[in-house]
């Protein structure tokens, strides 16, 4: 597609559900990232696929959290029995290059906005 | 510990007033630099990439530059729909590392 796209756009849940969050990368992207962006922080790095395969899950904050890739294209993000803490916007990046090259911009999508009540 | 931290939070400028916003980094490895614009509600959009020291790239009112240290965005006579908050990223081997971002309002 022409951008990244994210959904839903919103989602509300209660606190103990569990929740999936799409990301559909820029056709061809090779590299994927996701990020979570809480009221008045920065993006704190989450997961990172090259393809297929996590390379660094190292910023999954716990094991309720988990992410998977498939055909190298969409990626779903899952948490398990949420918590309030998790509220937060998610952000998912592709690039057309891993980082280890240092080259190219990242496009974001516009994210997911999740609220733990 | 890799780190990026942006100075000031927050800015409030006139229209036409030129400043600086600043992005101080400690990675090691450092690939790249990198400045998005983020409107409310928005994924970052990119801006620049910067990848040595020296270097500097300009788009429209803005600039960004670096050194070995720091990376600065200047802004040169802002208009009212500069306002957004400007975040910097470090890459390192594998992911980009955020500062928390500066809030730039920018009155009439």
């Known amino acids: 597609g022409a951008g990244v796209s994210q959904s839903p756009s919103n989602k509300v849940t209660e606190k103990g559900k569990d929740v999936e969050l799409r990301c559909d990368p820029i056709?061809?992207?090779?590299?994927l990232y996701w990020y979570r962006q809480s009221l008045g922080q920065g993006l704190e790095f989450l997961i990172y696929f090259q393809g297929n395969s996590a390379p660094d899950k190292s910023g999954l904050p716990s094991d309720r959290f988990s992410a998977e890739r498939t055909g190298g294209s969409v990626s779903t993000l899952t948490i398990q029995r949420t918590q309030q803490e998790d509220s937060a916007v998610y952000l998912c990046a592709s690039s057309s290059t891993s980082t280890n090259r240092g080259t190219g911009g990242y496009t974001f999508g516009s994210g997911t906005r999740l609220t733990v009540v | 510990e890799d780190q990026v931290t942006q100075s000031p939070e927050a800015l409030r400028l006139q229209e036409g007033e030129s400043s600086s916003l600043n992005c101080s980094y400690t990675v090691s490895g450092l690939r790249g630099l990198f400045w998005y614009r983020q409107d409310p509600g928005k994924g970052p959009e990119f801006l620049f990439t910067?990848?040595?020291a020296g270097e500097e790239k300009e788009k429209e009112r803005l600039k960004a530059t670096l050194t070995k240290k720091e990376s600065f965005l200047h802004i040169t006579a802002p208009k009212p729909e500069d306002s957004a908050t400007y975040l910097c990223?470090?890459?390192?081997?594998?992911?980009?590392?955020f500062g928390t971002g500066t809030r730039l309002q920018v009155f009439p």
């Open positions: 056709s061809g992207h090779t590299a």
């Open positions: 990223a470090a890459v390192n081997t594998d992911k980009l590392i």
């Open positions: 910067l990848y040595s």
